[in-house]
């Protein structure tokens, strides 16, 4: 059964850091297109960054340049290094995995696999 599981949230305060892992098993995360998705309370599910099987990076604009997206074959994992925090960032942060065509990197429905989230919250 294909599992992801994020870890790393938590509290932080703004301007904090905080690096999100994707651990993935029975799935081999370089094949596919991997998103961070976020929710918070009362809005939908947004898309925040992606990295392609190619390596290609995405980004959501309220979240460039202190945001960054890696991959590490070697451990099957994915990371989200989130810098310079606002409380907006404020969400259940979730990874997903797909087989898809770039112009549909931004919709949810078009990810198979999902982990169960992780909550990041940033607040003095």
């Known amino acids: 059964q294909v599992q992801l599981v994020e870890s790393g949230g938590g509290l932080v305060q703004p301007g904090g850091s905080l690096r999100l892992s994707c651990a993935a098993s029975?799935?081999?995360?370089?094949?596919?297109?991997i998103g961070w998705f976020r929710q918070a309370p009362g809005k939908e599910r947004e898309g925040v960054s992606f990295i392609t099987s190619g390596s290609g990076t995405y980004y959501a604009d309220s979240v460039k340049g202190r945001f960054t997206i890696s991959r590490d074959n070697a451990k099957n994992t994915v990371y989200l290094q989130m810098n310079s925090l606002k409380p907006e960032d404020t969400a259940v942060y979730y990874c997903?995995?797909?087989?898809?065509?770039?112009?549909?990197?931004?919709?949810?429905?078009?990810?198979?696999?999902w982990g169960q989230g992780t909550q990041v919250t940033v607040s003095s």
């Open positions: 997903a995995a797909g087989l898809l065509n770039l112009v549909r990197l931004w919709r949810p429905s078009e990810y198979k696999y």
């Open positions: 029975r799935l081999v995360l370089g094949s596919y297109v």
